[in-house]
């Protein structure tokens, strides 16, 4: 098993990394036993979660490590950007910050497959960093189940914010790096736009998750 993926994710963490209660919370709001398309790059993170309650669960990733530690269901090793199943779902999640990746390209990659692949008539779950976790990022020490956890910023311009997480467990250490981008609401939702999306609602309070539904006619219109 290859120690971190293309993308410089650490597989040893995902592997340890528990859930922060987003399978019970997407189980809540849609439909029970409705197929999932779990586009968060997490592992099994999620996707274990949502089989134990029901869900007919398909994981995405491009590294064969991180589809290793899916226990149940369907695994596709494929890139985003090129991602074509042939088959739509009524939810797709995307439990990941890609949204705010300060690489456009890469959040533009993620709606558009979010888009292609969901039902007309399903929907879109979607993590992000709202402003106001830039307005009030700070250095912090926490802890997510049996790790450690710190997050340090490494810059920050007003616009794109280079930070790091270190999890900690024993006398293991991973860092995990993210370069993100401050989008505003309007920012968020012309995004969606852009790839045939519609901002729907936000979810939990508004903090970080929100969700979205195609609409009709080419990406744009």
């Known amino acids: 098993m290859s120690e971190f993926t293309a993308d410089g994710r650490p597989v040893g963490l995902y592997a340890v990394l528990p859930d922060g209660g987003e399978p019970a919370f997407v189980h809540a709001k849609v439909p029970p036993g409705a197929a999932v398309l779990d586009l968060s790059h997490a592992g099994g993170r999620f996707a274990n979660g949502l ?12 590294s064969p490590a991180m589809l290793a530690q899916v226990r149940h269901g369907r695994t596709v090793q494929a890139d985003l950007a090129t991602l074509d199943l042939g088959e739509r779902f009524p939810v797709v999640l995307a439990a990941t910050t890609r949204v705010n990746a300060a690489d456009v390209t890469l959040r533009d990659e993620l709606l558009a497959a979010c888009r292609r692949h969901v039902t007309p008539d399903g929907l879109v779950v979607l993590r992000w960093l ?3 976790w830039f307005d009030t990022a700070v250095r912090f020490t926490g802890r997510l189940g049996p790790l450690e956890v710190t997050f340090e910023i490494e810059s920050f311009d007003g616009t794109v914010l280079d930070g790091h997480n270190t999890y900690r467990r024993g006398g293991t250490t991973w860092e995990l790096r993210n370069s993100v981008r401050r989008l505003s609401n309007a920012d968020m939702r012309a995004a969606l736009l852009a790839t045939g999306l519609r901002f729907d609602r936000h979810l939990r309070g508004g903090r970080q998750f929100f969700s979205a539904v195609p609409v009709s006619g080419p990406p744009g219109a």
């Open 130 to 132: 709202p402003p106001s």
């Open 51 to 62: 089989t134990g309650l029901g869900h007919e669960v398909v994981v995405v990733d491009d």
